[in-house]
Structures are given as structure tokens and as C-alpha cells.
């Protein structure tokens, strides 16, 4: 979503959009901007510039397409189409660390059958 005039960063949005391409990734467009040509904001008049041409070629070159948002509905029902057009499974590998927590169940497992075995013999063997 940008308004597709390239002022920050250095890599272009034309290299961009081929190494894009080269990965097999899709890009998806959105124009946003003014038709006016200066909007005026709380800070004054700013320039409304919106590169259509550029944001087209890069949505064509790479499989995408390329979309404009005029308000709030427009780009809402944009991510709603996006995420029609894209559906894409992924496999997730999980790792999770566990503690075991069984060897005081067999120390008192063991102990209970030592008495046991001891009770058994001794005392229990008398009275039986």
C-alpha cells in the first residue's frame, strides 16, 4: 500500500519488483492518494503525487495486480479480495521444550514396593 513515488530506500521499485519475480512471490499493488494534485493538512499543502504506471507494471511483471483505494471501504474490501485470490498452506514444525516429571512417582513407587517386600517378610510373615 504506498503511493507508489519512490523516496525512501535504495533498492528501486523496478529491481525490486524483479527479484520479486525471480522468487516466485506475488506482489499486490494498492494506490493510495489524492486525484488532487496538492491536498492541504493540518501541516499545510503537501504534493498528492500517486505513481498508477509504476504500481501496474510491478503488480503485471510479478503475477499480481494491482489495486486503488479511494477511502476506508475501498481498501477494505481490497485485503477482502487479496485474501480470496491468495490461499497458500504452509508447514509449520513446532518445538517445544518439556521436563519430565515421572522420577519422583518412581522413587515413591520404588520405596512403596522396598516396604512392601520388607513388611512382607518380616512382620506380615509373623502374623500370617
Given at each position: 500500500?504506498?503511493?507508489g513515488v519512490n523516496n525512501q530506500g535504495t533498492i528501486s521499485p523496478k529491481?525490486?519488483?524483479?527479484?520479486?519475480?525471480?522468487?516466485?512471490?506475488?506482489?499486490?499493488?494498492?494506490?493510495?492518494?489524492?486525484?488532487?494534485?496538492t491536498v492541504m493538512t493540518p501541516y499545510g499543502e503537501i504534493k498528492a503525487e500517486i505513481d498508477e504506471p509504476m504500481?501496474?507494471?510491478?503488480?503485471?511483471?510479478?503475477?499480481?495486480?494491482?489495486?486503488?483505494?479511494?477511502?476506508?471501504?475501498?481498501?477494505?474490501?481490497?485485503?477482502?479480495?487479496?485474501?480470496?485470490?491468495?490461499?497458500?498452506?504452509?508447514?509449520?514444525?513446532?518445538?517445544?521444550?518439556?521436563?519430565?516429571?515421572?522420577?519422583?512417582?518412581?522413587?515413591?513407587?520404588?520405596?512403596?514396593?522396598?516396604?512392601?517386600?520388607?513388611?512382607?517378610?518380616?512382620?506380615?510373615?509373623?502374623?500370617?
Amino acid at each position: 500500500m504506498t503511493d507508489g513515488v519512490n523516496n525512501q530506500g535504495t533498492i528501486s521499485p523496478k529491481t525490486a519488483a524483479e527479484l520479486a519475480q525471480a522468487e516466485g512471490i506475488k506482489v499486490y499493488t494498492i494506490g493510495v492518494g489524492s486525484d488532487q494534485p496538492t491536498v492541504m493538512t493540518p501541516y499545510g499543502e503537501i504534493k498528492a503525487e500517486i505513481d498508477e504506471p509504476m504500481m501496474k507494471d510491478i503488480a503485471k511483471q510479478t503475477g499480481g495486480k494491482y489495486f486503488r483505494a479511494k477511502d476506508n471501504k475501498t481498501l477494505t474490501q481490497i485485503y477482502d479480495e487479496i485474501d480470496q485470490l491468495e490461499k497458500t498452506e504452509i508447514d509449520v514444525t513446532e518445538y517445544k521444550n518439556s521436563k519430565e516429571e515421572f522420577h519422583i512417582l518412581l522413587y515413591v513407587a520404588g520405596i512403596l514396593l522396598l516396604l512392601e517386600i520388607i513388611l512382607r517378610n518380616t512382620i506380615l510373615a509373623v502374623l500370617a
